[in-house]
C-alpha cells in the first residue's frame, strides 16, 4: 500500500507540473523504485527592449547584410565569441524568414557603424544588421548560462538608425531533488548556449518580422444564428 500511495502520489504531481508551462515534466516510476520525475529546464526572459523603432515600413522588404557583433564584456577571445554568437543569430533569422536575403559576413571585423555602412553598400544590401554581445556567460550542462544581446538595424542609403533593441536570457542548471516519496532531476538542452541565443535572437527576430510583415487582420466573428 505505500509503494501504491507513493504512486498516486507521483501522479497527481505529475498531472500539477503538466499543467504548468514550461517546464516540460515526464517521470519514470515503476512498482519496485521510487517515482522520479524529470523536468526540462527552460530559458528564463522577459521581453526584448527596443529602444528605436521605424515609424512607417519599406513597400519592398529589404535584402540585408549581418556583421558580427561586437562583445564589450571584458574575455578571452572576445572576436571568436562574437562571431559564434552572432552565427546562431543570423542563422535563427534564416528560419525565421526575417529579411528576403540576409548574407553574414563572417569574415567582417566586429560591428562598427562607419565599417558597416561601407560593406553593406559595397554588397548591395539595403540594410545593416549589427550590434552588441553585452554579458555572455556559458556554462555548460553544469553550471547557468546568460547571453545578453543589443541589435542596431541601419538603412544604407541614408545611415540612419531604423532599430535599436537589447534582450536577455538566462538558463538556470537546477539540481536533483530527492522527496520521502519520490525525486526530481533535471535535464538540461545538449546545448544551452545554443538554447539561449536562439530564445533572444527568436524574439527579436519577432520584431523586425512582423514589422517588414505584419500579421493579417483577424476576420470579425459570425454573429450567432440565434443572436437577435
Given at each position: 500500500?505505500?509503494?501504491?500511495?507513493?504512486?498516486?502520489?507521483?501522479?497527481?504531481?505529475?498531472?500539477?507540473?503538466?499543467?504548468?508551462?514550461?517546464?516540460?515534466?515526464?517521470?519514470?516510476?515503476?512498482?519496485?523504485?521510487?517515482?522520479?520525475?524529470?523536468?526540462?529546464?527552460?530559458?528564463?526572459?522577459?521581453?526584448?527592449?527596443?529602444?528605436?523603432?521605424?515609424?512607417?515600413?519599406?513597400?519592398?522588404?529589404?535584402?540585408?547584410?549581418?556583421?558580427?557583433?561586437?562583445?564589450?564584456?571584458?574575455?578571452?577571445?572576445?572576436t571568436l565569441v562574437g562571431t559564434n554568437v552572432s552565427r546562431m543569430v543570423w542563422q535563427t533569422w534564416l528560419q525565421q524568414r526575417v529579411?528576403?536575403?540576409?548574407?553574414?559576413?563572417?569574415?567582417?571585423?566586429?560591428?562598427?557603424?562607419?565599417?558597416?555602412?561601407?560593406?553593406?553598400?559595397?554588397?548591395?544590401?539595403?540594410?545593416?544588421?549589427?550590434?552588441?554581445?553585452?554579458?555572455?556567460?556559458?556554462?555548460?550542462?553544469?553550471?547557468?548560462?546568460?547571453?545578453?544581446?543589443?541589435?542596431?538595424?541601419?538603412?544604407?542609403?541614408?545611415?540612419?538608425?531604423?532599430?535599436?533593441?537589447?534582450?536577455?536570457?538566462?538558463?538556470?542548471?537546477?539540481?536533483?531533488?530527492?522527496?520521502?516519496?519520490?525525486?526530481?532531476?533535471?535535464?538540461?538542452?545538449?546545448?544551452?548556449?545554443?538554447?539561449?541565443?536562439?530564445?533572444?535572437?527568436?524574439?527579436?527576430?519577432?520584431?523586425?518580422?512582423?514589422?517588414?510583415?505584419?500579421?493579417?487582420?483577424?476576420?470579425?466573428?459570425?454573429?450567432?444564428a440565434f443572436q437577435k
Amino acid at each position: 500500500m505505500p509503494r501504491f500511495a507513493a504512486i498516486l502520489v507521483a501522479m497527481s504531481t505529475l498531472f500539477i507540473l503538466s499543467c504548468a508551462s514550461p517546464p516540460r515534466v515526464s517521470v519514470d516510476m515503476d512498482l519496485a523504485s521510487q517515482p522520479t520525475f524529470y523536468l526540462d529546464d527552460w530559458v528564463r526572459r522577459g521581453y526584448p527592449q527596443v529602444m528605436v523603432r521605424p515609424e512607417g515600413r519599406p513597400e519592398i522588404p529589404p535584402n540585408a547584410l549581418f556583421m558580427p557583433l561586437r562583445v564589450t564584456q571584458q574575455m578571452q577571445h572576445p572576436t571568436l565569441v562574437g562571431t559564434n554568437v552572432s552565427r546562431m543569430v543570423w542563422q535563427t533569422w534564416l528560419q525565421q524568414r526575417v529579411f528576403p536575403v540576409i548574407e553574414f559576413a563572417d569574415q567582417a571585423t566586429p560591428y562598427r557603424q562607419d565599417i558597416a555602412l561601407r560593406l553593406a553598400r559595397m554588397k548591395g544590401a539595403q540594410v545593416v544588421v549589427g550590434g552588441y554581445v553585452t554579458y555572455f556567460v556559458e556554462g555548460g550542462t553544469a553550471g547557468d548560462t546568460r547571453v545578453s544581446l543589443q541589435i542596431e538595424i541601419l538603412d544604407v542609403a541614408s545611415g540612419q538608425l531604423l532599430w535599436s533593441m537589447a534582450h536577455t536570457a538566462l538558463l538556470e542548471r537546477q539540481f536533483t531533488n530527492d522527496y520521502l516519496l519520490f525525486a526530481t532531476k533535471a535535464r538540461m538542452p545538449s546545448d544551452p548556449t545554443w538554447a539561449v541565443v536562439q530564445t533572444v535572437s527568436a524574439d527579436m527576430g519577432k520584431e523586425v518580422h512582423d514589422w517588414l510583415y505584419p500579421p493579417a487582420p483577424k476576420a470579425p466573428s459570425k454573429p450567432d444564428a440565434f443572436q437577435k
